[in-house]
């Protein structure tokens, strides 16, 4: 709550004070270095000035500390020195050490990496309802922002205990700090037998490292996964690939996958104990989108999302380029007729009639499946291809390559003669098929057409059509 509040509670009791004894500003000081920082204990906030729930036993410190949590810390001091009188007095400091240096707890909103915090319902400096360590005999303010109260009277070897509210905003990875209460002024207290603690999780996997292989080989990397925390943490495994490379994440024996302990959906390394280690394998399938890839691998720390690690597997493929068909053959049949008859072969051949003067019939080749050829090119480099066709050696004078009467569709199959005498006719020359095709895998599907006429002389046609690809 806003600390108007408490403004017009200390105008009340300066009014009360008028009339009865004071401290002047030097014996305030000289009381107050009397106090010696003596227990506390971390409590989870609630929208209060009682917490209920402690995160941890009394003089104990907190682990895994994740960033924009709030917490609730109960410290208490002992008076060592005569009576301390009401006054607004204290303030909280941090630091990554007790020896310093020591960073005041920021405002509300600050950018501090441990700062004030607002809940919606109590004020800022209200009185604490009950004490909750064991050695407390007054119970002092409750602070949202850094400046905290006397507000009850500490007799010479009481302790007072207060209460504050602070954030985890910014803290480091892997870090323990320190908070300590100082005078107004940031002078320190008399002593200091207690600093409260908490700790923030912490993690590293190493080392990064590079490796080579042919396209659809699998490069394996070995990687340590160590728990920089000081608590128990369980590690999110992920993996990605600038490429688009396939990465699969094992146990120490590359064979076992890495299992999901957690039930969270992405495999981890199971609970590592402070200083814990896992050894985990990252199998890179080489693929064909590029000849290098960068991929990335990333432990996420399972208390705190900020909090994470990546190594970097950098792997290289030599230029490489294949070509495959899935069927060696095209058997139209040894029955065809430019009238039209089913075709014998045992591929899937169907009759495309004209009946258009002396043009006959395309037969049209597809596999016995039903698809059409396919045919799969493979490079990790931009592609040229070509086509031709060796001329026919079969009996037929008239059916020659030359005249055009074999022919092939790509994507889908021709279903009449004009079709089938639109589509590209094979040549005896190299003729282009492709240009600049990127890096991948690329897939085509070719149906062929034979083209039997009425004036073509009886007998056979056999061709050998290749497809030749080469890298640019």
């Known amino acids: 709550m806003p600390r108007w509040n408490r403004q017009v509670f200390w105008l009340l009791v300066g009014v009360v004070l008028l009339v009865g004894p004071s401290l002047s500003p030097a014996a305030v000081d000289a009381a107050l270095r009397n106090l010696n920082q003596l227990q506390y204990q971390w409590y989870q906030n609630v929208d209060g000035v009682q917490p209920a729930t402690p995160l941890a036993a009394q003089n104990t410190r907190v682990v895994n500390s994740a960033r924009g949590t709030v917490y609730h810390l109960r410290i208490s001091a002992r008076n060592s020195g005569a009576a301390l009188e009401v006054g607004d007095l204290l303030k909280l400091q941090f630091a990554t050490s007790t020896s310093g240096p020591w960073t005041d707890v920021g405002d509300l909103g600050s950018e501090a990496a441990w700062r004030g915090y607002d809940n919606p319902t109590p004020a800022d400096g209200d009185a604490i309802t009950s004490t909750l360590l064991t050695s407390s005999t007054a119970e002092e303010s409750y602070e949202e922002a850094n400046s905290a109260s006397v507000v009850s009277r500490i007799t010479g070897s009481g302790v007072g205990e ?34 409260p603690q908490i700790a923030t999780p912490g993690v590293i996997i190493l080392p990064n490292r590079t490796g080579s292989g042919a396209p659809e080989s699998v490069v394996s990397y070995t990687h340590l996964v160590i728990n920089l925390g000081r608590g128990a ?73 900020t909090v994470q690690s990546s190594v970097t597997n950098t792997t290289t ?45 395309y037969y049209v080749w597809k596999s016995a499946s039903g698809t059409g050829m396919a045919v799969t090119v493979k490079s990790n480099k931009p592609w040229d291809g070509t086509l031709s066709a060796a001329e026919n050696a079969g009996t037929s004078p008239t059916l020659t390559v030359a005249s055009g009467v074999w022919r092939y569709a790509e994507g889908s199959a021709p279903s009449s003669y004009s079709g089938c005498a639109s589509t590209a006719a094979f040549t005896t020359a190299l003729s282009p098929w492709k240009a600049g095709v990127g890096p991948g895998v690329a897939a085509y599907t070719h149906f062929y057409c034979l083209r039997i006429d009425w004036t073509d002389t009886p007998g056979t046609f056999t061709s050998t059509a290749t497809y030749s690809v080469t890298q640019q």
Request: aromatic content about 8%; charged content about 10%.
């Open 317 to 361: 493929a030599p230029a490489t380029i294949r070509i495959s068909i899935s069927d060696a053959t095209a058997d139209f049949g040894s029955n065809l007729d430019p009238s039209g008859p089913a075709s014998n072969s045992a591929d899937t051949v169907l009759a495309a009639v004209s009946g258009t003067g002396t043009q006959g019939t």
């Open 233 to 305: 943490d369980t590690f999110e495994m992920t993996s990605s690939s600038g490429a688009g490379w396939a990465v699969d994440l094992y146990l120490s024996d590359g064979v076992t996958p890495l299992a999901d302990t957690d039930g969270d959906g992405t495999p981890d390394t199971g609970s590592l104990a402070s200083g814990g280690m896992r050894t985990i394998v990252a199998k890179v399938t080489v693929g064909w989108s590029a000849l290098s890839d960068t991929t990335a691998v990333t432990a996420t720390s399972s208390a705190d999302s």
């Open 162 to 195: 207060w209460g504050w509210v602070v954030q985890n905003n910014a803290a480091a990875p892997a870090t323990i700090y320190y908070f300590r209460m100082v005078q107004g002024n940031g002078d320190p207290l008399a002593g200091y037998t207690t600093y």
